[in-house]
């Protein structure tokens, strides 16, 4: 089960940006998942609340969206979702498609318990779970 791996770098992530920027607690984590990304948006849920129980995360939910399949077909341009992984274009049917959205496994955001917390902070960006948060922006939503 690689999610229960995913999860612990999520929370190692989220707990690098509570200590950097003097948050007091969290109350959610947004996550993008592709349909393509080979995780289970399930398992990663049950994995979270193991992680986080006892922590200072707990209580911490995991919000997960899961995000369809999208192609652009190289012949025609035309952008289409992908249904049942059948990859060509419906308008003219080619199979010279190039897959636009589908193997994300993202942090879209951190939502702040504000009570907790006098840090000012950014209100957008998505970041890949791998990236560095180095910077101005960060993973934050009011």
């Known amino acids: 089960m690689h999610e229960l791996s995913i999860v612990r770098s999520i929370a190692e992530i989220a707990r690098g940006e509570l200590r950097s920027r003097g948050i007091g607690k969290l109350k959610a984590i947004g ?3 592709g349909a393509l990304a080979g995780v289970l948006a399930d398992s990663l849920e049950f994995c ?5 129980k006892d ?6 939910s995991l919000v997960v969206e899961q995000l369809p399949v999208l192609a652009k077909c190289t012949d025609c341009r035309h952008t289409f979702e992908v249904e049942r992984f059948f990859f ?3 308008g003219c049917g080619s ?3 190039e897959v636009t959205q589908g193997y994300e496994l993202e942090i ?3 939502e702040v318990d504000e009570a907790s917390s006098t840090a000012q ?3 957008r960006g998505v970041h ?8 101005e922006e960060g993973p934050f939503r009011e």
């Open 88 to 90: 060509a274009c419906p």
């Open 55 to 60: 922590t200072d995360l707990d209580g911490c």
């Open 108 to 110: 879209a955001y951190l």
């Open 121 to 123: 902070l950014p209100t």
């Open 95 to 97: 199979r010279e498609v």
């Open 128 to 135: 890949h779970v791998n990236e560095d948060f180095a910077g």
């Open 48 to 52: 979270f609340g193991a992680v986080t």
């Open 31 to 33: 996550l993008r998942v």
